[in-house]
């Protein structure tokens, strides 16, 4: 059974800035796509940024763009998030995701908590 596992997530005043990793227990053979989501308390989970691995192509939601850089080392099967001028409404327990293809299959971290506040 594959695990992800994240590390990196804790308490920062606003401004400060984060990194989160997440890493595979083992080997996922054919993963096309890494990502970041998050989910704040009464809100729905939502895409945070995510990346290709052929490409190296990222995708961000809007609200973290320019301040949150995604990347991945395909090799250590690991996806990174640098957060950047963390807000309050940066509040979030941060999920990675793994997608693998043939057959599809999505793997997803236990969550890391971000608290942003002063």
């Known amino acids: 059974q594959v695990q992800l596992v994240e590390s990196g997530g804790g308490l920062v005043q606003p401004g400060g800035s984060l990194r989160l990793s997440c890493a595979a227990s083992?080997?996922?053979?054919?993963?096309?796509?890494m990502g970041w989501y998050r989910q704040a308390p009464g809100k729905q989970r939502e895409l945070v940024a995510t990346?290709?691995?052929?490409?190296?192509?990222?995708n961000y939601a809007d609200s973290v763009k320019g301040r949150f850089t995604i990347a991945n080392d395909n090799p250590k099967n690991t996806v990174y998030l640098q957060m950047n001028s963390l807000q309050p409404e940066d509040t979030a327990v941060y999920y990675c995701?793994?997608?693998?293809?043939?057959?599809?299959?999505?793997?997803w971290g236990q969550g890391t908590q971000v608290t942003v506040s002063s």
């Open positions: 083992r080997n996922i053979l054919r993963i096309t796509n």
């Open positions: 990346i290709t691995t052929t490409s190296s192509s990222t």
């Open positions: 995701n793994i997608r693998a293809d043939f057959p599809t299959k999505d793997y």
